[in-house]
């Protein structure tokens, strides 16, 4: 290989400006690349976001998510036991509820029987080995599909953490192992940590959509949720703004002193920096969401022929592990899981 030795004639040899070291060594060979890779993306890192619907057998696609279905729950029990055959730990849901339930206050959040709880109830009875996390945020339950109450124009947050917190309890009645609450109050994991604890549920656990970003790339969750045709405004006064990183660290350090047994960066693949600072930082359980807009994106490069979707699936999923991720929130998880189980 002496010809690659030099760069040009008159110029130092390679070696004369590395000393020996030839960072192509360990590239050369798929052994050698496997043995020493840093990360691995596995089956237990991931966790699948469902949208679950009233009704039987049915199943809707939401257009700017191919792929993904609104499911009836008698289809959401079936693919929540394929889920466990693949291996998936957990999985988290979320409703689109009937225009009618929906108020100003999302007080249907509070009914036992709303599809969130059945969806639990009916998926602990039928695979009770996989974990089930449910998001205890007002959007879907609300009439201007805001995270909170409005009045004035102002997202009341004091009463907001109450309903929050009352859902959370009604939603570990029903089966729920982890609340992960992604309406970003001040003081939610607090309040809901202590309605757990005060309702017996001390063993349900919290994941925090601790730095939760005002942003673009949930355009899509929308559509499936059927809160985009509601939503006036926008969610800067509870979000945090996509232009700060020492304000997601000192949220995440709130929210753990509050009882947060875990830490979710959302979205996903535009805030690794976040995920890496959380990570050397507080040394918890840091997760990540890979949000509807940001599957929305391979998939349309995908299909266009502009990307492989296959490998920029794998790709960007790892890149969560390299950041510092111990899990991921992917519509992907099952074509992933199936992938990697070869
Ligand atoms: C709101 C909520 C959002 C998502 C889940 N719950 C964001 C929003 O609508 O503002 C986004 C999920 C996604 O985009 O995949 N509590």
Known sequence: NTHTRTLSPGHRSVDEITGSRRMRRMRKADWSRRLVQENRLTVDDLIWPIFVIEGTNRREEIAAMPGVYRMSLDLAVKEAEGAARLGIPAIATFPNVEMSLRDQTGSHILDPDNIINKASRAIKAAVPEIGIITDA????????????????????????????????????????????????????????????????????????????????????????????????????????????????????????????????????????????????????????YQVSGEYAMIRAAAANGWIDGERAMLESLLAFKRAGCDGILTYFAPQVAALLRG
């Open 137 to 288: 945020a007002l959007d879907p339950f609300t009439s201007h599909g805001h995270d909170g109450i409005l009045r004035d124009g102002i997202i009341v947050n004091d009463e907001t953490v109450a309903q929050v917190a009352a859902a959370a309890v009604g939603q570990a009645a029903a089966g729920a192992d982890i609340i992960a609450p992604s309406d970003m109050m001040d003081g939610r994991i607090g309040a809901i940590r202590q309605a757990l604890d005060a309702n017996g549920f001390q063993d349900v656990a919290i994941m925090s959509y601790a730095t939760k970003f005002a942003s673009a790339f949930y355009g899509p969750y929308r559509e499936a949720v059927g809160t985009a045709g509601l939503l006036k405004g926008d969610k800067k006064t509870y979000y945090i703004d996509h232009a700060n990183s020492d304000e997601a660290v000192r949220e995440a350090e709130q929210d753990l002193a509050e009882g947060a047994d875990m830490l979710m960066v959302k979205p996903g693949l535009p805030y690794l920096d976040i995920i890496r600072r959380l990570k050397d930082e507080f040394r918890v359980p840091t997760f990540a």
